[in-house]
């Protein structure tokens, strides 16, 4: 067969599933995903514990909030999922790159612990390049809600992969920054140690 | 998470229907990195709403899962997965769109199936949604039959052979639908060049 006309790239159409779609299913059909891991590692500004299991990351917490401390990390992790995390030294693939470039979208992660809608609002966030800010109502409009700037704003206040989600990335329409799970102070901190990199 | 495998959309994954067999758990979450991104691109490109693709591809796992854990190990062994999910995929996403004809339309949000790839800058991410968004809204214009015979061969890269048995079909009904989806994609995106030119011209 002759081809007078190239050939569409029909490859570009493909697609790859939403952030934290297999642990999605894998908690659904029941599939056990292994204990809760974690590690501690460097952040953009200063150290981080990252907790993960077999379908991905799902608790992030600045080391400063928890005095640095595995124990009040596990302690911290217990109150809000239910579950032991035991501490590893071997950081899962692709982490200490995806905090150091301030990239989080190609890595796996367990969200399964929020709501459908928290869940839209953080892959929307995900979206939003290092060095650069939304505002809350960028994410609502972005996510077909437009009138949910306040339930944006609490989605982001309760997101559980704070740094890698980058849910610091999203302030005030009024040019204020806005609130943050871990202070104000750390995501001015955050935002400008990443205008200082691009 | 275990090693960050990403399968090329081509690779069955050696012996993965043996593993299948012999341990469901702890093959499950390899059959979803494997097929994950094949099964999630055929419902987003024949029904082009980001929202229900997931569903639906979230669906075909859980489908999947249960009828794995239903079958004898032989079955399991037996299977051809991929053109296996892709009937799945494809029987659930009728039916919603049989189910949806019942109900009050959504209207989708524009692109959004297109913005899932955050790893690339900002600018070729702009360049590909271009693109990609064109030739996804000529793809949506086309027939039924030729759209999934399209996109299963040339999006999804998979064999004739894949597709009718996927399909249930003969691969001759498979490879006229294919020709005249490819005729039509041409024919469009040369008018639609030649309408890009012309505005060029019209703003210099």
């Given at each position: 067969m002759t081809e007078e006309w190239p050939t569409p790239k029909l490859s570009n159409l493909r697609a790859t599933p939403p952030v934290g779609f297999a642990a999605q299913v894998l908690h659904r059909v029941g599939v056990p995903v292994g204990d809760d891991r974690v590690v501690l590692v460097d952040g953009p500004v200063g150290q981080v514990f990252v907790a993960f299991n077999d379908a991905g990351i799902c608790h992030v917490a600045a080391a400063a909030v928890v005095e640095e401390d595995p124990a009040r990390f596990a302690e911290r992790?217990?109150?809000?999922?239910?579950?032991?995390?035991?501490?590893?030294?071997?950081?899962?693939?692709?982490?200490?790159?995806?905090?150091?470039?301030?990239?989080?979208?190609?890595?796996?992660?367990?969200?399964?612990?929020?709501?459908?809608?928290?869940?839209?609002?953080?892959?929307?966030?995900?979206?939003?390049?290092?060095?650069?800010?939304?505002?809350?109502?960028?994410?609502?409009?972005?996510?077909?809600?437009?009138?949910?700037?306040?339930?944006?704003?609490?989605?982001?206040?309760?997101?559980?992969?704070?740094?890698?989600?980058?849910?610091?990335?999203?302030?005030?329409?009024?040019?204020?920054?806005g609130d943050y799970a871990f202070g104000s102070a750390m995501k001015r901190r955050l935002l400008d140690n990443e205008a200082s990199l691009s | 998470m275990g090693d960050a495998r990403q399968p090329a959309y081509g690779d069955e994954g050696a012996g993965l229907v043996d593993r299948l067999a012999g341990d469901l758990d702890?093959?499950?979450?390899?059959?979803?990195?494997?097929?994950?991104?094949?099964?999630?691109?055929?419902?987003?490109?024949?029904?082009?709403?980001?929202?229900?693709?997931?569903?639906?591809?979230?669906?075909?796992?859980?489908?999947?899962?249960?009828?794995?854990?239903?079958?004898?190990?032989?079955?399991?062994?037996?299977?051809?997965?991929?053109?296996?999910?892709?009937?799945?995929?494809?029987?659930?996403?009728?039916?919603?769109?049989?189910?949806?004809?019942?109900?009050?339309?959504?209207?989708?949000?524009?692109?959004?199936?297109?913005?899932?790839?955050?790893?690339?800058?900002?600018?070729?991410?702009?360049?590909?949604?271009?693109?990609?968004?064109?030739?996804?809204?000529?793809l949506v214009d086309l027939p039924e039959q030729q759209r999934v015979a399209v996109v299963l061969r040339h999006v999804l890269d998979m064999s004739y052979a894949d597709i009718s048995a996927a399909l249930g079909c003969p691969e001759g009904t498979v490879k006229s639908h294919v020709s005249r989806a490819l005729a039509a994609l041409r024919t469009r995106l040369a008018s639609a060049a030649k309408e890009g030119r012309h505005s060029e011209e019209v703003r210099t």
């Open positions: 992790h217990r109150r809000r999922f239910g579950r032991a995390v035991r501490p590893v030294g071997v950081p899962p693939p692709g982490l200490l790159p995806a905090l150091r470039d301030g990239r989080g979208g190609g890595l796996p992660y367990d969200l399964t612990s929020v709501t459908a809608f928290a869940r839209a609002v953080l892959r929307t966030a995900l979206l939003i390049p290092p060095g650069e800010v939304r505002t809350y109502g960028w994410v609502a409009r972005e996510i077909g809600s437009p009138a949910a700037v306040r339930a944006v704003g609490s989605a982001l206040g309760r997101n559980p992969v704070p740094i890698l989600v980058p849910c610091h990335r999203v302030v005030r329409s009024d040019g204020r920054i | 702890a093959a499950f979450a390899e059959l979803l990195a494997v097929h994950g991104p094949a099964v999630y691109t055929t419902a987003l490109r024949v029904s082009r709403q980001p929202a229900d693709a997931e569903d639906v591809a979230a669906e075909t796992f859980a489908r999947a899962y249960a009828a794995l854990r239903g079958y004898p190990p032989e079955r399991t062994r037996a299977l051809r997965l991929r053109p296996w999910l892709i009937t799945i995929t494809l029987n659930l996403w009728r039916n919603q769109v049989r189910a949806a004809s019942r109900r009050p339309t959504v209207v989708p949000l524009a692109n959004a199936g297109e913005r899932h790839d955050p790893a690339s800058g900002p600018e070729q991410q702009a360049l590909d949604l271009d693109g990609r968004a064109q030739l996804a809204d000529l």
